[in-house]
């Protein structure tokens, strides 16, 4: 079973440029997050997508940040324009139905320097 | 709000050694509790999950976690740590519609 692919896995950038991140999930998983792990931190929980619909995004930087799922497959999010702060790996999980009970399978992140 | 403290950054335990990491976690009913493996260049891995019944939850890679209700503490541990076990652990609670909030990580370093 293929897991959640993301790319690019490595970006640099300079601030004030934007960005975008891409997340395939596992196939036939409804629902997907995206967290932001910064360097010494445990992964925050960004935004999180049933089917093509938001969850919750209470935790979105939504002046610069913004992310969309149209398909309720693939996933992207884009930051524009990048700041300093933002420099971190960006995870993207999915899970079957998004339950407290049901697992979250991540990929692998996407590592963003910004500069 | 939930809040999860893993209070050791960093520890290091030689190999073949038992090991125990330590997790408290702040929530006013029964939390859902995870523990998550983190490899160099590898995505979170699941190796183990709380929610209610038994409090000694058994994972994979020989991990286990007890749950202390009075102790708001749920502990990971191994009696044998393989150097491939060198890795940054992650203790999470949440999940469903919250997402997971996770701890902010405890690095674990095997010496030989």
């Known amino acids: 079973e293929a897991g959640v692919a993301q790319s690019p896995r490595y970006k640099i950038i300079e601030k004030r440029q934007s960005v975008a991140f891409w997340c395939n999930p596992i196939s036939g998983h409804a629902t997907l997050y995206w967290y932001q792990q910064i360097l010494g931190q445990g992964p925050k929980l960004l935004i999180q997508f049933q089917n093509n619909g938001v969850v919750d995004d209470s935790q979105l930087p939504k002046d610069r940040f913004s992310a969309e799922r149209l398909k309720g497959v693939d996933s992207t999010l884009k930051i524009q324009p990048a700041k300093l702060e933002d420099s971190a790996v960006y995870l993207c999980?999915?899970?079957?139905?998004?339950?407290?009970?049901?697992?979250?399978?991540f990929g692998p992140g996407t590592r963003l320097t910004v500069l | 709000a939930q809040s999860v403290t893993q209070p050791d950054i960093h520890i290091t335990v030689s190999e073949g050694a038992s090991l125990e990491l330590r997790c408290n976690y702040s929530y006013g009913a029964t939390p859902y509790l995870f523990w998550y493996v983190q490899s160099p260049g590898q995505g979170l891995q699941l190796l183990l999950k709380?929610?209610?019944?038994?409090?000694l939850v058994q994972g994979i890679k020989g991990f286990e976690a007890e749950f202390k209700r009075s102790q708001s503490s749920f502990n990971l541990r191994k009696p044998s740590v393989h150097w491939s076990d060198a890795a940054e652990y992650f203790c999470a609670s949440g999940g469903g519609a919250d997402g997971l909030t996770f701890g902010k990580g405890t690095h674990l370093i095997i010496q030989p």
């Open positions: 709380y929610f209610s019944g038994d409090t």
């Open positions: 999980a999915s899970s079957f139905w998004g339950g407290a009970l049901d697992t979250q399978y």
